[in-house]
């Protein structure tokens, strides 16, 4: 699965940014998709998760009431919409795969359980 991230860039706190990851395979209806962050100096942090039928897991004490994950697999792509958007969410955003449906012990928040990652696209949030 290649995916292509897009839609980052620079606001300011407050703003509102929506991403888009497009996935170039056939059967994108099939895998769960992941967003997760890097800040520099840091690990990839779990931002949000969609199942293949729309069951979504967010990061509730960074992310929850603020952002949304959606995906229309007619397009082949997954969103991510940013609102109220903070300083401390400026970060590389990253979209990922995974098409084996596990579900239990956290496992969509740990980046090692996907697959294929897109390159990347750039949150910068100032105050």
């Known amino acids: 699965v290649q995916l292509q991230a897009s839609g980052g860039g620079s606001v300011q706190a407050g703003g509102s940014l929506r991403l888009s990851c497009a996935a170039s395979?056939?059967?994108?209806?099939?895998?769960?998709m992941g967003w997760f962050r890097q800040a520099p100096g840091t690990g990839r942090e779990f931002v949000a998760h969609?199942?293949?039928?729309?069951?979504?897991?967010y990061n509730v004490d960074r992310v929850k009431g603020r952002f949304t994950i959606s995906r229309d697999n007619t397009k082949n792509t997954v969103y991510l919409q940013m609102n109220s958007l903070k300083p401390e969410d400026t970060a590389v955003y990253y979209c990922?795969?995974?098409?084996?449906?596990?579900?239990?012990?956290?496992?969509?928040?740990?980046?090692?359980?996907?697959?294929?990652w897109g390159q990347g696209t750039l949150v910068t949030v100032s105050s």
């Open positions: 395979v056939r059967t994108f209806s099939r895998y769960d």
């Open positions: 990922a795969a995974d098409g084996r449906h596990f579900y239990v012990n956290n496992y969509v928040q740990n980046p090692d359980n996907y697959c294929c």
């Open positions: 969609i199942t293949w039928s729309g069951g979504v897991t």
